[in-house]
Each structure stands twice: as C-alpha cells, then as structure tokens.
C-alpha cells in the first residue's frame, strides 16, 4: 500500500483522510497548515501528497510550485483535495503541477480511487 502525507489547515479534515485510508492500508502522516511540509516528505518519500489549497500561513498553490522545483519532491504526485472547486480552480491547480484535484466534499470511494489511480506501478 502507499505512504501519502495529507497537508490541510483542518484537522477535522486530516482525520477524515486519516481514517478512510488507513482503513484501506495505506500508511499516513499528517501535516497542519503545512508547517514543516518540506522536512517531513524528505524524511518519508511518500508515495503521494495530498494537499489543502486555502491555509492561513502559505496557501497549497505555494506549496505546490516550491514541491515541483525541488529535485527531491517534483516527481511525488500530488493531489489538491480542496474546496475551491469551480473548473477554473482546477485548472489553475493542474497548471500549477498538481497530478489531480478532488474538490471537498468527496467520498471515500472518490478518495481511495484517485488514491490508487496515483499511485499504481506502472
């Protein structure tokens, strides 16, 4: 199953996450506002990230472009799960590197699909 970290100012939401994919066996690590984001994907090398867009001290977008020019992370998918979720929202998203973007609210059923569909060996 795969490592994933999941970043949201929510820990309601962190939780949520938590507990659908753990129930699928994936391993997680949780991440508030971002803080320390960086750090603990070197630490990890996760398999996947998901990421909250609207947090108060950087926004996911921020995150995202700074992910994708670190030699380290730019080949982590990332998923924005966010929800800003009008189709010009998630275009600008994608534009920005994310792998995919699944807007709030979703289902567990949406969540473990795009889960696999990022994570599958080629």
Not at 62 to 85: H, W
Not at 90 to 107: C, V
């Amino acid at each position: 199953m795969a490592k994933i970290i999941a970043v949201d100012d929510s820990m309601a939401d962190l939780k949520l996450e938590e507990s659908i994919l753990i129930g699928a066996g994936h391993q997680v690590s949780l991440c508030i506002n971002g803080d320390g984001v960086e750090a603990l994907i070197a630490a990890e090398q996760p398999d996947l990230i998901l990421l909250d867009v609207v947090m108060p001290q950087r926004n996911g977008y921020e995150i995202l472009r700074k992910l994708r020019r670190e030699e380290s992370s730019k080949g982590i998918p990332v998923c924005i799960i966010s929800s800003k979720d009008q189709p010009t929202d998630i275009e600008w998203g994608k534009r920005q590197g994310a792998s995919d973007y699944l807007p709030k609210p979703y289902t567990a059923d949406g969540l473990l699909a795009m889960v696999a569909r990022l994570t599958a060996k080629e």
